[in-house]
Structure formats: C-alpha cells, structure tokens
C-alpha cells in the first residue's frame, strides 16, 4: 500500500506506564487516527529506524543518538519529577559500590542503561560492568548478579525485593535535583520533510489525539488507574502512586532535566561528544513554521 493512502504506522510502549496517554483509545473514548503496534523501547527504537514505524514513542536516548535523523513531537514524554518506580537496580549494595561488579542489564533499556552509567560515572567514579541478560532478576534470585530492569518487570522486581531496589531515577534525581526523561514521541526527519512538501496532516493528527487522550487520562484517573489494575494487578494505592510519579508533559523543567542528562552522558563518554544535544524544538515548529 502507497504511504500516503494507509493510516500512520505508530508504535506505543508495552508497559503500563503508557496507559495515561493511551487509556482514552483503549476505553474507546477516542478513535485513534492510525494503527498501533506495542512493542518493547528498543523494539520500537529498531522499527522506526528501519521504516517499519512512521510515528512512535522511543528511549530518549535513543532519541539523543539519532537527533539529526529524528523530529520530535511536541508536549508529550514520559519522564519523573523524582522517582520512576519503573527503572530499577536490583542490588543487595548500594550501586555506589558496584565498581568491577557484573551487572547484568535488560535488552529492551536504551534509557535505563545510559542513565545508570552516567550516575555511575560521574557519580560514583566508576564504569558499570554490564552484560545483557534475557532475564536480570532471575540471575539476580539464583546469584545475587545485580541488575538493572525497566518497565513491569523493574515494578514487580521492586515490589519482590524492596530491600534491594535503587529506584534508578530517584538516584539520577538525589545527583542532580533535575527531572528527567525515559520517551519522547518522534517521526523520522524524512517523513516530516515529505510531510512539509506535501502539505499533508498526518503527524499533527496523531499529535492532537495524543494530547486529547493525555488530557482524557488526567481527567478520568480512576479509569486508567482501573485499566492498569486490570491488565497488570498490583497492590492497593500502587498505581495512585506510580502516576504521581511520573510525567508526561515535556515542560520547562522535563527539558532541562533531559539537557542535562544529554550534556553529563557527553562529558563522561557515554554519548557521542560531537552530537548535536536536542534543543526544545518539535514537529508543529518543525512543519509549520519553517
């Protein structure tokens, strides 16, 4: 089918931490105006890289590593003001003293990852020992390996282990006193370019929906508080809590918290010193305005 005559191809985390910006088309209060595919970050990553995704939400580093190739849609993210509760090190020491200790890791962090070795490193001196694992807490229960989780399974590590949980981004928070942020939405600068000579839509269509649907979800918490319970039972007031926790809007605070985050991960090494560090601009200055 030509790109211009199917519906937008657009990923979306398959994690609970997405339900506030998706829980209105979930629950049939608003029609989304493209077709959703739910995926893992670094699945989604992958996708919209290679053409398969015209519109998703990825790891912000990811997005960081590719800022030249990508455009960012405005207003939206999934970040924290402090706590993540969802980005985890599983330890039985503090990660403080972790130096030349394997840490196994997850394969669907890009974000989680980076943020753990910029605190590593210029907080605590030293470079993690990671090694990716298709399983981090299991090695953890059978070895005592520490490790680093991401989404439900960082959630239920943490809810299994609370003793040894290190909330990833209440250390990044307690470092640096800035938000930060896990995804931001973005479309390929291709796509954008072609959507500008072309004079078509697509993109603003599919950020307007996400904006109302955000906007639905901050109306209607006990809905997606519901949802959430539904799809991935958890106790009592977690979910209150998780939510509170987290961000969706990328403000004043969110971007300077993730500017930042993209400037450390440049003076430790951890991001490619000649990139370009993400400004604030997004598709409606991107398409429209230039």
């Not at 926790?245 to 440049?266: H, I, T």
Request: aromatic content about 10%.
């Amino acid at each position: 089918m030509d790109a211009q005559a199917r519906p937008p191809r657009c990923g979306r985390i398959s994690y609970t931490n997405d339900l506030p910006v998706y829980a209105a088309f979930d629950l049939g209060a608003l029609e989304f105006p493209g077709t959703l595919h739910a995926d893992v970050p670094s699945a989604l990553n992958r996708a919209l890289l290679a053409g398969e995704l015209d519109i998703s939400p990825v790891s912000s580093f990811f997005y960081a590593q590719h800022v030249d190739d990508l455009v960012k849609l405005s207003g939206v993210c999934i970040g924290s003001r402090r706590e993540a509760k969802s980005i985890q090190c599983i330890s039985r020491t503090h990660p403080r003293e972790l130096s030349g200790a394997r840490v196994a890791v997850t394969t669907d962090s890009a974000t989680g990852r980076a943020l753990f070795e910029v605190i590593c490193r210029t907080g605590y001196g030293f470079a993690p020992a990671f090694e990716p694992s298709a399983d981090p807490l299991a090695e953890f229960q059978r070895t005592g390996t520490p490790c680093v989780l991401i989404g439900d399974a960082a959630i239920d590590a943490a809810l299994a282990h609370p003793e040894h949980a290190h909330d990833i981004g209440e250390l990044w928070h307690g470092f640096t006193g800035a938000d930060m942020v896990y995804a931001v939405w973005v479309m390929r600068k291709d796509s954008a370019l072609r959507e500008m000579r072309n004079g078509e839509r697509a993109s603003a269509k599919i950020l307007e929906a996400l904006l109302a649907s955000l906007r639905y979800g901050r109306e209607h918490k006990a809905d997606v508080i519901n949802l959430a319970q539904t799809q991935r039972p958890r106790p009592l007031g977690f979910y209150e809590a998780y939510y509170k926790a987290l961000n969706y809007s990328y403000d004043a605070r969110a971007q300077m918290g993730f500017g930042k985050f993209c400037s450390m991960a440049q003076a430790c090494g951890v991001l490619d010193p000649a990139l370009r560090i993400p400004e604030t601009s997004d598709i409606t200055e991107f398409v429209y305005d230039v």
